[in-house]
């Protein structure tokens, strides 16, 4: 069993930055930041599987940048230039095993609490 857990969200103005964080309890192969909007489908940010391999949804690629500290099972996201649209709950998602598409969020086997980014314009 492994514990996420998310900091860092956050209110901001159009075109500001968040750096979100999501502390493993263990080890895991892939983990990836998914964002839900009220009223909308839980949507898959970006992904880093082992070692270092990264993957964008077309909305943020250029503005966001996912990392990975595998020494202390911490995973990041760096949002630059927000806009309204991203405002969501952000979670952070995990497996041990293998690296789903961000298509299939329902594949990743563990889940963070969320965190909430509301960017106003």
């Known amino acids: 069993q492994v514990q996420l857990v998310e900091s860092g969200g956050g209110s901001v103005q159009a075109g500001g930055s968040l750096r979100l964080s999501c502390v493993a309890s263990?080890?895991?192969?892939?983990m990836g930041w998914f964002r839900q909007a009220p009223g909308k489908e839980r949507e898959g940010v970006a992904k880093?599987?082992?070692?270092?391999?990264?993957t964008y949804t077309d909305s943020v690629k250029g503005r966001f940048t996912i990392s990975k500290d595998n020494a202390a099972n911490t995973l990041y996201l760096q949002m630059n230039s927000l806009k309204p649209e991203d405002t969501a709950m952000y979670y952070c998602?995990?497996?041990?095993?293998?690296?789903?598409?961000?298509?299939?969020?329902?594949?990743?086997?563990?889940w963070g609490q969320g965190t909430q980014v509301t960017v106003s314009s």
């Open positions: 998602a995990a497996r041990v095993d293998l690296c789903p598409s961000l298509s299939w969020p329902a594949l990743y086997t563990y």
């Open positions: 263990g080890y895991t192969y892939c």
């Open positions: 880093i599987e082992m070692p270092d391999s990264t």
